[in-house]
């Protein structure tokens, strides 16, 4: 059974940084891509960054470009979520997902970020 | 990147049909996609390229499409069918988007 489970999420003053993991199993995490899709409270899924299965290509949403960097552990069969000068508009829950190239099939349970002062 | 736009909301009764449209200019080129959302969990895929059915799925969902517009059709509605539901596609970058969601409602 494919399991994806967020955590590091939590409260962060405007302008920190947090960094969230997603710890994967079940699955044969490195023949994958994933991503990270974000929604915030109330309000509909944005997808915010992917990463190619070896690392060698990541993309990312207009809105955290230059702020935000995605990285990927197959070793240790992780994804993670670097989030460097967080505003208020990126308060939301973070999902861990599943990338088949077109769509996601699988997510977590998310982890929730607040960016407030 | 580009946007696709679904109504707000769909009422249905029980045992009718549900149908949600999305609408998107890129979508004669790229596939759709549709995912359930219950309060408080996350998404689940129903629809994959734009009318297949992920196993486990039941029956009663499926989808179509048309020029610029794909459909969501939930026939027989029942009162675990009601959640948000959003369509998805890929731009030309690889980068995804959303629609903007539908809540539907079982009378």
């Known amino acids: 059974e494919v399991q994806l489970v967020e955590s590091g999420g939590g409260l962060v003053q405007p302008g920190g940084s947090l960094r969230l993991s997603c710890a994967a199993s079940?699955?044969?995490?490195?023949?994958?891509?994933m991503s990270w899709v974000r929604q915030a409270p109330g309000k509909g899924l944005e997808w915010v960054a992917n990463?190619?299965?070896?690392?060698?290509?990541?993309y990312y949403v207009d809105s955290v470009k230059g702020r935000f960097t995605i990285s990927r552990d197959n070793a240790k069969t992780s994804l993670y979520l670097q989030m460097n000068s967080l505003r208020a508009e990126d308060t939301a829950v973070y999902y861990c997902?599943?990338?088949?190239?077109?769509?996601?099939?699988?997510w977590g349970q998310g982890t929730m970020v607040t960016v407030s002062s | 990147s580009y946007e696709l736009t679904q109504p707000p909301s769909v009422s249905v009764s029980p045992g009718q049909t549900a149908r949600i449209t999305c609408s998107g200019d890129?979508?004669?080129?790229?596939?759709a996609y549709w995912y359930q959302q219950k309060p408080g969990q996350a998404p689940v895929l129903v629809i994959y390229?734009?009318?297949e059915r992920p196993s486990g799925i039941p029956e009663r969902f499926s989808g179509s499409s048309s020029g610029t517009t794909v459909t969501l059709t939930i026939s027989g509605v029942q009162a675990e069918d009601e959640a948000d539901y959003y369509c998805?596609?890929?731009?030309?970058?690889?980068?995804?988007?959303f629609g903007t969601g539908t809540k539907v409602t079982v009378l």
């Open positions: 890129a979508l004669p080129k790229q596939y």
């Open positions: 990463i190619k299965q070896d690392g060698s290509k990541k």
């Open positions: 998805q596609s890929a731009d030309s970058i690889n980068t995804y988007v």
């Open positions: 390229k734009d009318s």
């Open positions: 079940g699955f044969t995490f490195s023949s994958y891509w």
């Open positions: 997902a599943r990338d088949l190239y077109e769509a996601f099939d699988s």
